[in-house]
């Protein structure tokens, strides 16, 4: 649309702010806001169109405000309209984004009974995109984690770490081994860092803290020297600027 009918519905809404096509007036005017990656306007407009509740604008106006707020960080506003687009949604392309948007932002909030309640039926969905599927059952596996539902959340972690290739599947791995660990399986907790570190992944991160997690082990189990060795490497291999360096310092401290 043309600056001309963007002045042109500006000076409607100014002279009718009341007027019987204000609707249609917000609705067009956030559409150029769109097309000119006008986040201020966009926001306005969706605002306006959702003052007037179950307006055929609705479902638009709502993903919008939601991305835009998720994006501000203002994830409370953001959870609240991808739950009520949930129930407004008429495709099953925007219910799918409603339901991770609301997992996303209870995430974000901590609310982890919300993110399971979202993730939960999103992954029942059909035709479910790879990656879509795949950040919902991350959310729900620390969800479960942080709710201490450890067989529900190991379930999604075994089904992530299938694919070291993505950030959640090689986190996925380490989680496994860190789970099986802290309930006292140290033998199997064993096995599965080893097997990741077989494996291989491209994110350095999770491959040092499977180190690191061999070397808990090893510590636990009286090979210290060990333990000592796998961190000295680690230390002298792994450059990023993280808190890696700080695990492996606290480490070789207590195998003094």
């Known amino acids: 649309m043309s600056t001309t009918a963007k002045n042109s519905l500006n000076r409607y809404l100014q002279t009718y702010p009341q007027g019987a096509y204000r609707l249609h007036a917000h609705h067009y005017l ?3 806001a769109q097309q000119q990656n006008d986040e201020e306007a966009l926001l306005q407009h969706a605002n306006a169109l959702l003052e007037y ?11 919008a405000r939601a991305q835009i707020c998720y994006n501000r960080q203002q994830f409370a506003q953001a959870l609240a309209d991808y739950k009520r687009l949930q129930t407004k949604a008429s495709t099953a392309a925007t219910r799918q984004q409603a339901m991770l948007g609301t997992a996303r932002s209870a995430a974000a909030v901590g609310d982890d009974v919300e993110v399971i309640n979202a993730a939960t039926p999103l992954l029942d969905e059909s035709k ?19 709710h201490r539902a450890n067989d529900r959340a190991r379930a999604d972690l075994q089904s992530l770490a299938q694919d070291t290739r993505t950030p959640q599947g090689a986190e996925a791995n380490y989680l496994l081994g ?7 399986n140290v033998t199997a907790a064993e096995q599965e860092v080893l097997r990741f570190i077989d ?4 994110h350095a991160y999770w491959l040092a803290r499977g180190f690191i997690l061999l070397a808990d082990i090893y510590a636990k189990t009286d090979r210290k020297l060990e ?10 291999n792994y450059q990023a ?9 606290s480490r070789l401290n207590e195998l003094k």
């Open 30 to 32: 956030s559409q150029i």
């Open 53 to 63: 509740p179950d307006n055929s604008y609705s479902e638009e106006a709502l993903l």
């Open 128 to 146: 479910l995109l790879p990656e879509v599927e795949t950040e919902a059952r991350y959310l729900r596996a620390k969800a479960y984690l942080s």
């Open 178 to 184: 860190q789970l099986l660990l802290d309930e006292g």
């Open 199 to 202: 494996q291989s992944t491209p």
């Open 227 to 236: 333990a000592r060795e796998y961190l000295l490497s680690l230390q002298q």
């Open 241 to 249: 600027n993280d808190d890696i360096a700080s695990m492996i310092a």
